[in-house]
């Protein structure tokens, strides 16, 4: 199994920054992308940002500009460093991954328990 470890969320005023890490752990033989999602109250689920293993990066309209999504492949460990924040960014954020344990495996899907970020205006 694959376990994954936010950390990083909380309180800032709009304006403010924070940086969000998830730490990939277990028996892990390939991860794929790692990506970061959020989840504002009474909304959907959302993609925020993806990186895949080559390092290619997307990211949501929302947050262009403002968000960078980078990776430690040594460490297993996605990082999202959000500035220039926003209320609109309020929501429990997740990290997500695609990993197989091993080679023989399929790719399955692997979520945090999320981390929550406040934003005040």
């Known amino acids: 199994q694959v376990q994954l470890v936010e950390s990083g969320g909380g309180l800032v005023q709009a304006g403010g920054s924070l940086r969000l890490s998830c730490a990939a752990s277990?028996?892990?033989?390939?991860?794929?992308?790692l990506d970061w999602y959020r989840q504002a109250p009474g909304k959907q689920r959302e993609l925020v940002a993806i990186?895949?293993?080559?390092?290619?990066?997307n990211y949501a309209d929302s947050v262009k500009g403002r968000f960078t999504i980078s990776r430690d492949n040594a460490k297993n460990t996605v990082y999202l460093q959000m500035n220039s924040l926003k209320p609109e960014d309020t929501g429990v954020y997740y990290c997500?991954?695609?990993?197989?344990?091993?080679?023989?495996?399929?790719?399955?899907?692997?979520w945090g328990q999320g981390t929550q970020v406040t934003v005040s205006s």
């Open positions: 997500h991954t695609a990993a197989k344990t091993s080679g023989f495996g399929a790719w399955r899907d692997y």
């Open positions: 277990g028996i892990i033989f390939s991860i794929n992308n």
């Open positions: 990186i895949i293993s080559d390092g290619s990066t």
